[in-house]
C-alpha cells in the first residue's frame, strides 16, 4: 500500500488541499517584508513579525523542507540551533507555494509574487501561444522572458530606491531567462564554490548602508533527486551546507540579519508501479490528453480540445484518494496558485490539475526518462514538499 505522507484524516475534496499561505506566510512574502523594512515604496510587509534590519541577506538552499531539516538535527547542528523555540532560535516554516518546484519558487521569492501572477505555474507548462510544452526551469524553447514574466523583481525596486542589491550564485546563471525574470536587479556575482558565495554574500552586504544580498546553493536538491534523502550523499551535503550558513553567520556586519529558506523539500518515493504510475503505459491516463506538462507530484494535463471533462472524471477515477485532481477552474478557486490569476497566466494552467497526496508519482517513463528516475520528488502540497524554513541570524 502507498503511504499517506501526513495525517489528512479530511474526505478527499479540491477544498481539503492545504493551499500555501499566500499573503501571510509564504516564500512570496519574504522579500516584500524585508524591502518594506528597508523603506523600499510600495511593498508590504506581509510577514509582519519580521523586525527591519538595515541589511538583508537571503541564503536560499534548493530542496531543503522543513521537515526534513528537522528530522536530521544531527548533521545540521548550525541550523538546528535556529529552529523554533524549544530550541532557543526563532525559526518557523513558510510554505512555497503551488507548484513546490524551483522555477515557480524562485519566481515567487525574486518578484515577491504568487505563482497566478508572475505566471510561472509549474516545471513545464503549455504556451498558449504555441500550443507547446515550455520547460521553465531551463527555458526551452526559448521565450521572451519580459513578456512571460512582466513584474518587476523586488531587487529591481530596492535597487532603484537605492538599496545596494546583489546576488551571488553559481555563474553559469548569471545570464539566463530565469535569473532575469526572477533574480535581477543590482549586480550578479559568479562563485563557484560555497565558501565564495558565502564570503561574497558577506562582503556584498557590508557594501551598502542598505543592503540586500541573495545569495543560492544547489546540491542538496541534487543529491535528494538522484540518492534520496536517505542516503551518505544526501546526509554529507546537509553537513556542507550547515557549515556554508555558520560561515557566512560568523561575518555578518552591524546592522544586518540574516535568513535561511529553500524553494521547496522533498519526498523519497518507493521503486515499484503502485508507486510509480506511468502515464506513457497507461492508456486510460492518455485518453484525450494532448500534452502532459508539470512532473510527477504536479501534473499539468492539456486536454484535447472537447475532451476536458472526460480526461477529469478519468483522471479522478483512475487516481482514487491518491491525488488531489482537480479541473483549472476548481484549482484556480480554491487558491492553488495564489488569490488571483493574470488573465495571460490563466491558460498556461491544465485543463486538468493533480497533486500528489501520497508517496507516489506520474512519471513518464518514455517522454521524461531522467526525471522518471529520480529517487525523490517535489511539486506537490503536502508538508514535506511545502513547507520551507525561515531561519534567522542577527549580528
Ligand atoms: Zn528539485
Redesign the pocket.
Known amino acids: 500500500m502507498s503511504q499517506h505522507v501526513w495525517d489528512h484524516p479530511e474526505p478527499l475534496t479540491v477544498a481539503s488541499a492545504p493551499v500555501p499561505e499566500y499573503g501571510s506566510g509564504s516564500l512570496a512574502d519574504l522579500l516584500p517584508t524585508l524591502a518594506a523594512g528597508m523603506d523600499v515604496p510600495d511593498l508590504t510587509a506581509s510577514l509582519g513579525e519580521l523586525s527591519p534590519a538595515d541589511r538583508n541577506c537571503v541564503f536560499l538552499i ?2 531543503l523542507g522543513w521537515e526534513q531539516l528537522k528530522a536530521n538535527p544531527d548533521e545540521a547542528p548550525f541550523m538546528s540551533s535556529l529552529l523554533g523555540s524549544s530550541r532557543g532560535g526563532t525559526g518557523r516554516p513558510l510554505t512555497a507555494g503551488y507548484p513546490a ?2 522555477a515557480t519558487s524562485l519566481a515567487s521569492i525574486g518578484t515577491g509574487l504568487p505563482p497566478g501572477a508572475h505566471g510561472l505555474p509549474g516545471y513545464t507548462v503549455r504556451n498558449p501561444e504555441t500550443g507547446e510544452l515550455m520547460n521553465q526551469l531551463r527555458w526551452i524553447p526559448w521565450t521572451k522572458p519580459g513578456t512571460w514574466q512582466p513584474y518587476p523583481t523586488v531587487f529591481q525596486l530596492a535597487d532603484a530606491a537605492g538599496v545596494h542589491t546583489a546576488q551571488v550564485s553559481a555563474p553559469q546563471f548569471q545570464n539566463t531567462p530565469l535569473t532575469k525574470i526572477a533574480l535581477s536587479g543590482g549586480t550578479f556575482h559568479g562563485r563557484l564554490t560555497g565558501e565564495e558565495r558565502m564570503d561574497k554574500a558577506a562582503e556584498q552586504l557590508a557594501a551598502g548602508d542598505r543592503s540586500l544580498v541573495y545569495t543560492y546553493y544547489a546540491e542538496v ?1 541534487g543529491k535528494g ?1 538522484r540518492f534520496g534523502m536517505d542516503s551518505d550523499a544526501w546526509r554529507g551535503q546537509l553537513m556542507y551546507v550547515d557549515r556554508l550558513v555558520q560561515r557566512l553567520a560568523e561575518q555578518l556586519p552591524p546592522r544586518a540579519a540574516l535568513y535561511v529558506t529553500a524553494d ?1 523539500g522533498m519526498i523519497d518515493v518507493p521503486f515499484d508501479e503502485e508507486h510509480r504510475i506511468d502515464f506513457d503505459a497507461d492508456w486510460e491516463l492518455r485518453a484525450g490528453v494532448a500534452l502532459l506538462g508539470g512532473e510527477g507530484r504536479a501534473r499539468h494535463v492539456y486536454a484535447v480540445p472537447g475532451a476536458e471533462s472526460d480526461v477529469l472524471t478519468c483522471w479522478r477515477e483512475v487516481l482514487g484518494e491518491q491525488f488531489w485532481v482537480a479541473s483549472r477552474d476548481e484549482a484556480i478557486a480554491a487558491g492553488w496558485f495564489g488569490p488571483h490569476i493574470d488573465e495571460r497566466v490563466y491558460a498556461r494552467i491544465g485543463d486538468v490539475v493533480a497533486a500528489a497526496r501520497d508517496d507516489v508519482l506520474i512519471i513518464a517513463s518514455e517522454r521524461e526518462p531522467k526525471e522518471s528516475a529520480m529517487v525523490g520528488n ?1 511539486g506537490s502540497m503536502t508538508p514535506a514538499e511545502q513547507h520551507v524554513p525561515l531561519l534567522e541570524v542577527r549580528s
Open positions: 534548493d530542496g518546484t524551483t536538491d533527486h521547496h517535489h
